[in-house]
């Protein structure tokens, strides 16, 4: 019995000597890389068990791992394979220790793990390097983040500025708040649409604070509600107003002379202008670029509001009118005014207040901008994201290809573009859901 502790002591030892001996000869025997169009995977073949530690830099962007217990020599094997991930594989060290750093093209979550041995492999650390943007030619199924459209709805008038005044004794500032707060309800029930309202109550904000407050929420758009006001009872009818050219250029001369708003105006771009001397011209380079966006898109906007408040008011003018009122006057943020009708006149100040006219009117000024944004919707916006996904067919696609490519079913495929049969054309425009 007690030669067989002993025995089984010697036995314990000399594993345990061979063990730690084994520990401290590792070694890197090979290094073998194997690349998949998502994901990249690099084996070191060791010669015992890896003791290792990882983490990841950036600038540049690197893996790097510290290996213990390693044989002095730091030099690695030569590399088998490459990835487009990865630059380099290179190592230095001291001691006991080996440190490999792997320099990548990009970020990457590497996953670092050792794998016990299994004929014909030995002991391994592994590194699975996913890459998350494959260059492929497909394109890219990951949904991004994309933001809201924001739509400012200024109710005109409020507070002691009750706005025009209708002969049965109706305000203005009263028809106008209602009307902005159910066109609000309607964007903001609509995903990709946010409203903000410039005032939400009845209280008096002055003119220029409200293009203030529409560029401090990085509005896309400023609508403007008022009802028209004439001297004589007859004139009828809604009418859409913009920026008119002359005022816009005026204003952007009087905002370059208060050399302090140019931040505000500019945005970011204000931060690269740093010379002064050129700061005048860049400033109003950028500024009549954007006054120039502005005003294309209100003019756009104001003949889809027609279009759609033609539908259940009279107009009192087809066309897009341009002046300098009220709102009007911020060259950066697309603006327009809406005349919904006139309260001046009897029969349209009855229809003004009534609910089911107002809410006739919130619905089709919504109508008016939701086409507007789908039809010209910003870069970075749900709306751009949402027209992205859609595909034209090329020769040689056929609908299960295209159900296979988008990783959608060819049922989804056949019933969001309503088609009967299986066959497509090419030039034809899918829906891809
Ligand atoms: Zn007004």
Redesign the pocket.
């Known amino acids: 019995m007690n030669n067989n502790y002993y025995n089984f002591k010697a036995a314990l030892l000399s594993l345990l000597t061979l063990f730690s001996f084994t520990a401290l000869a590792n070694q890197v025997q090979g290094v073998r890389v194997w690349p998949s169009p998502d994901n990249t995977r690099v084996v070191f073949d060791m010669a015992g068990e890896p003791q290792h530690k990882s983490f990841s830099l950036d600038k540049p962007d690197r893996l790097v791992i510290d290996l213990t217990n390693v044989k002095g020599g730091t030099s690695l094997p030569a590399v088998n394979g490459e990835s487009s991930l990865i630059k380099a594989i290179r190592s230095s060290g001291s001691g006991n220790t080996m440190r490999i750093v792997l320099d990548l093209t990009k970020a990457s979550k590497a996953n670092v793990f050792a794998l016990p041995p299994t004929p014909p492999y030995g002991h391994r650390l592994v590194v699975d390097l996913p890459d998350d943007q494959p260059q492929r030619n497909l394109p890219p199924p990951a949904i991004r983040a994309a933001r809201d459209i924001v739509i400012a709805i200024d109710a ?2 409020g507070g002691e500025d009750p ?2 005044i209708g002969p049965s004794g109706i305000y ?1 500032k009263h028809i106008t708040l209602p009307i902005a707060r159910q066109l609000a309800q309607l964007i903001d029930r609509q995903p990709g649409m946010k409203a903000m309202m410039v005032r939400t109550n009845d209280y008096y904000i002055h003119v220029n604070r409200r293009t203030e407050i529409a560029r401090g929420q990085q509005a896309d758009l400023l609508v403007s509600i ?2 028209d006001a004439f001297t004589s009872p007859q004139p009828r009818g809604a009418s859409v107003w913009v920026l008119s050219l002359r005022r816009a250029t005026t204003e952007v001369g009087r905002m370059l002379e208060q050399t302090e708003r140019h931040s505000d105006l500019l945005g970011g771009v204000a931060e690269i202008i740093k010379d002064s001397a050129n700061e005048r011209y860049l400033a109003q380079t950028v500024l009549d670029l954007s006054m120039n966006h502005s005003m294309v898109t209100a003019y756009q906007v104001a003949n889809e509001v027609l279009s759609e408040l033609g539908r259940v008011t009279h107009l009192h003018k087809k066309e897009p009118q341009a002046a300098s009122l009220g709102v009007l006057k911020a060259p950066d943020i697309p603006s327009i005014l809406v005349e919904v009708g006139f309260i001046s006149n009897p029969q349209e100040e009855k229809q003004l207040k009534s609910p089911s006219h107002q809410t006739q009117l919130a619905r089709s000024l919504f109508a008016a901008l939701k086409r507007h944004f789908e039809k010209s919707p910003p870069a970075d916006s749900l709306f751009a994201q949402q027209r992205a996904r859609e595909h034209r067919v090329s020769a040689g696609e056929s609908l299960s290809l295209l159900a296979q490519r988008y990783n959608v079913s060819v049922d989804e495929l056949r019933s969001i573009n309503q088609l009967t049969s299986d066959s497509i054309r090419v030039g034809q425009t899918l829906r891809i859901p």
Do not use: L, M, R, V
Request: hydrophobic residues 15%; aromatic residues 0%.
């Open positions: 005109g008038h706005g025009s203005e008022h009802a």
